[in-house]
Every structure is written in structure tokens, then in C-alpha cells.
């Protein structure tokens, strides 16, 4: 049942469990790189890949998901809660569907799949397994993830963080399992990895469907199967499919990048996947609160307190700023030692590296790209974060890696320089957007024709 108690928008109550979840789903694909070395680094080349492509495929479904989420917060801030339900039952039915077709896709086509993103051809049965077992599961990865993002909205962040801490126990445990054989279990390598994601996938499924059914003060039930409001599924989609479009440029411009890499040979591609995994600890409580942030501001929105929703963005942003420097800053410090637990390959972790100097650099961009983005989303505006995505990430992130990294023979780090020139770009208009206050002034204009109708219609009476 949603909370009404305005406690549970504050900053701190929404980050913190977003922090736990995604840090433990950072875990989940940190241990797999761990264990999935242990195969091979061929192995490790592979699952970086395959997990890229599944992360760019997770936009067709998170385009309704993410518009979803940001109005069900609005909604709720609006005390319009039925309208907040039917939203999230739409979203769950529509998201469901996209991931069943992408499954299917995958599950037939893994090896023209996987010659399509230029995967060296000794990678090629490994790839088959990965894709189509891994692939299998998009179906439930569709469906935890809206859930996961229709339940956070509501502000309960606490249900879907308690589902991320079983998935990783039990994830952990039969990766264990079917790599080394432990158990009773036969030792069955990537495949076993593969089998083990699906398995944990299904129960987060379930566990999420069960906390989504009693979300709501009315219960979600099997009627409401059939429920549909062509009104409510315009808005979603009115902000949703710019937000799709913006999260399938990030994702299909490092698919790409990921494209080069692999042409450059399986230890760049492995360095990168690496490099991936440690970087994803530097901006993961920054992201955290760049969500919670995103709540909270459409919650704000919602509720017509615009200067809170407009000051709200900017902590955010200073808060989350001195965070990932700090991280960063470990990372360098560190990061030789860290490589160590994944590889002894000497090629692999010097190109490894020398990113990590780059990393200093990379960390703030992205934090100010998160922290504004995240505003911007929140208040509606997700046309222009559309537009400077498709500009920047493909001329500037993947045009220019391209340039640089292949073309002119800078490889790896002529790569990383473009994507660092990429969040920058993205960074400072963003800001500029959001200092404009565009959406803020004119959702302050209607609140103020409101009144004054309000007001005429009461003198009127008199």
C-alpha cells in the first residue's frame, strides 16, 4: 500500500536502498567476471559482449517502463492514485510483451547475433550458448525491471532492494555450483553461468510480481488483465519513447564502440569489460541518487512545489559530484590490485591501466549527466536530452572513436578520450537546460491561471 507519510520522498530514504540494490546488482555481474575468468578470458571477452547487446536491448522495454515510473511519482505527488495503478499494470503488460519478442529473437539467431557485432570467429561457440541461454531470459529481465521501476516510483525502494539481495545469494551460489562442480552439481562452465542467471532471474520475477500485486491501497488483481486507458498510455509513451530513444543511444553507441574493441582484438575487448566492472563502482552511489533524486523531484512536480523540485536537482548534483571523485580516486589508487583478482594477463591489465588516470576525468561528466538528466526526466523534458544524445554520442562518443581509435591507431584510449568528450558535452547542455527552467515556468504559469480561475469562479458565486 502506498505511503502518504512525505518522510518516505526525502533524498537519503529513497537513495539508500537503490544504493544496496544496484550495488548488489554490480556484485551479481562483478562475481560472474570473476568466476566467468576462471573459464577463460575468451570466456570473460564473450559475456562483456553478450551483456552489452542485453543492456541495448533493454531499452525497447524500458521506453514504457521508464515513462511509466516517472508519472506514477508525478501522480502519487498529485494524490491521483488510481491513475498512478492503471499506469503501472499498463506498463508491466506492455513490457512483458516486448521482452517475450526480444527473448524469442535471441533464443533462435545467437550466431548471426553475434557475426553481426563482429565477435572474432574462435568466440563464436561460446557465443552461441551465452546468447541463447542468457537470452532466454530477457523475457523476466523485462519484467523484474518494471517491476522493479513501477514499485521504486510509488517510493517503496526498500521491496525491490530486498529482492536484489536474495537474486545475489542464490546467484552466487550456483555460479559456484555448475563452474566448479560444487554441490553434487556437474561442472558445466559458461553454460552452467548461463543456466544460473535464468534461474535467478525467474525468482526475482516472482518475488517482484507478488510485492507489485499489493502495491497499491486497491490490489492488483487477475481482472485487471484487460485494464487499458488509451489517455493515461499517450502520456507514458508522449515521455517515455524520447527517454527510450535516449537510453538506446547510450546503449547502442557502446554496443558499437564494443564493436571496435572486438576488432581490435579479444584482450581489448576483455580490458574494456574489466574496466567496465570497476568503473561501475565509482558512479554507482552517484546514479543512486541521481534515481532517488528523479523520484523525488517528479514527486515535487507532481505535488506543484517547484522551487523544492528546482533547488532538489542541484544537491543532488554536489553531493553525488564529491562522491564519484572520491571513488574515482580510490579506483586509481588501487585499480592495479583490483585487476589483479580478475586476470594475470599482463597485456590486459596494462592496457587496463592506463584508464585508470582517464577514469578521474570520466567520473565527474557522467555525475552531472546523471544528477540533471535525471531532473530533466523527472519534470517531463525528455525530448531534449533525446536530442543531444543522438547528436553527441554518435558524432562525438562514436564517430570520433572510431577516428581516433581505429582509423588514426589510438585504440583503446583514443576510445575512452571520446567518451570522456562525450558526457562533458551532454553534461554542460544539460545544465544549461535545466538552469533555463522551461517546464518548471510553465508548469508555474498554469498553477497561477488555476488560481486566478479558481478566484474569478468564486467571485462570481458571490
Known sequence: MVNPDKNKYTLWMLAWPIFIELFLQTLLG???T???????DDAVAVVGLSNQLFNALTTLFMTVAGGA????????GAKREEEARTIAVMAVKASTLIGLLITILLCTQPRAIARLLQLPDDLLPLS??????????????????????VIRNTGNTRGPMYTA????????????????GAFGFPEWGLTGVS????????IGALVLITIFLNTFSRKVGIADIRLFNRKLFKDVMRIGWPLGVNMSCFLFTQLVIFSFLASLGAKELAARTYMNTLESYCFMLGYSLALAGQIRVAHLYGARRMREAYSGAYRVLYIGLAIVFVNALILFLFGTKLLGLFTSDRQIISLCVSLLGLNLILQPGKMLNMALGSSLYAVGDTRF????????????????????????GFGLIGIYCCMIADEYVRGILTLIRWRGRKYIRNAEAAQQLEGESSQSGMTVGV
Open 30 to 32: 562483478t562475481v560472474d
Open 34 to 40: 570473476w568466476m566467468v575468468s576462471h573459464i577463460s
Open 69 to 76: 515510473g516517472i508519472l506514477i511519482a508525478q501522480k502519487i
Open 128 to 149: 552461441d550458448i551465452y546468447i541463447s541461454i542468457s537470452g532466454g531470459g530477457m523475457v523476466l529481465t523485462s519484467l523484474t525491471a518494471t517491476l522493479s521501476t
Open 165 to 180: 539481495v536474495g537474486i545475489n545469494v542464490i546467484h552466487v551460489l550456483l555460479n559456484y555450483a555448475f563452474i566448479y
Open 195 to 202: 543456466i544460473s542467471t535464468l534461474i535467478s532471474r525467474l
Open 385 to 408: 536530452t533525446m536530442y543531444t544524445s543522438l547528436t553527441s554520442m554518435w558524432l562525438v562518443a562514436t564517430g570520433c572513436s572510431y577516428l581516433l581509435g581505429i582509423e588514426w
